[in-house]
């Protein structure tokens, strides 16, 4: 495997008693040897059905999971070492939840700004420059003093990506970042994460947005059982899956 996020043989499994003992009656494998490359610039979105192991992936590239077994790169950083320096692989991929986690008690200048300061000592007069950039860049120019509460779930989605952004990472994961938008914010959203595609941000996207991945992808990965069942171009997927699972699932999204 050669690509800048590199994924070998991942396998996690859930399902222990209260005692911490392994039921193999309850056990669910989330993954089942995934394997996966992502180059440097490179738009791969994964789809698949509830509990396929789509977000237990991608929280296990940046170690919010850890692994069983496996192995997961970052350009030369294994993120599973056991003295991996998970603050700096924190720092440099950059992750935006379904839940926007926006701290409620400052504005969104604020809520951009902090992470720089505080982690990257970037001084304050920067990151607060910086962030007033990367808001406009999103299209929140003119709310920069607003709180979170003030903002619709496609603004607030904006801001956080913008976050995201401030610290300059070197990959972003989306972990269905539209799934919580009323269906008039989404294209707010998608348009954002359309132009860091086109600036050429290496992303991993957990989403169903089939309009982003014929627009924004250079890969689609369908996930089922905590494995990989197929990937391939956004057109070959959608248009000529080779699997039976994967022509199933799509004719259930998209109609």
């Known amino acids: 495997m050669s690509g800048f996020i590199r994924i070998v043989e991942a396998r996690k499994t859930f399902g222990d008693d209260v005692r911490g003992n392994r039921s193999h009656n309850q056990l669910v494998r989330a993954l089942d040897g995934v394997s996966l490359d992502v180059d440097k610039g490179e738009v791969?979105?994964?789809?698949?059905?509830?509990?396929?192991?789509?977000?237990?992936?991608?929280?296990a590239v940046n170690r919010l999971e850890t692994l069983d077994s496996g192995e997961i790169w970052i350009g030369d950083d294994a993120v599973t070492a056991k003295h991996a320096d998970l603050r700096r692989i924190r720092e440099d991929v950059g992750m935006v939840f379904q839940s926007f986690n926006l701290f409620?008690?400052?504005?969104i200048l604020e809520n951009v700004s902090l992470a720089p300061r505080i982690v990257r000592k970037v001084s304050a007069a920067q990151a607060r420059e910086t962030a007033r950039q990367l808001l406009e860049r999103v299209g929140l120019a003119d709310k920069l003093d607003?709180?979170?509460r003030q903002l619709s779930g496609g603004q607030q989605q904006r801001a956080a990506i913008a976050r995201a952004l401030a610290m300059n990472p070197r990959a972003l994961l989306f972990d269905?970042?539209?799934?919580?938008?009323d269906p008039e914010m989404i294209k707010e959203v998608l348009d954002v994460m359309t132009a860091l595609a086109d600036e050429g941000m290496t992303m991993l996207v957990?989403?169903?947005?089939?309009?982003?991945?014929?627009?924004?992808?250079?890969?689609v990965v369908f996930m089922d059982n905590g494995?990989?069942?197929?990937q391939g171009s956004p057109e070959q997927v959608f248009s000529s899956a080779r699997e039976t699972r994967t022509r199933e699932f799509l004719a259930h999204i998209l109609n």
Not at 206 to 219: L, N
Not at 227 to 230: L, N
């Open 104 to 107: 409620a008690h400052l504005s």
């Open 227 to 230: 494995r990989i069942v197929e």
């Open 146 to 148: 607003r709180y979170p």
């Open 176 to 181: 269905e970042p539209t799934s919580a938008l």
């Open 44 to 59: 791969v979105l994964i789809i698949g059905p509830s509990g396929s192991g789509k977000s237990t992936l991608l929280r």
């Open 206 to 219: 957990v989403s169903h947005e089939m309009g982003f991945a014929r627009a924004a992808a250079d890969r």
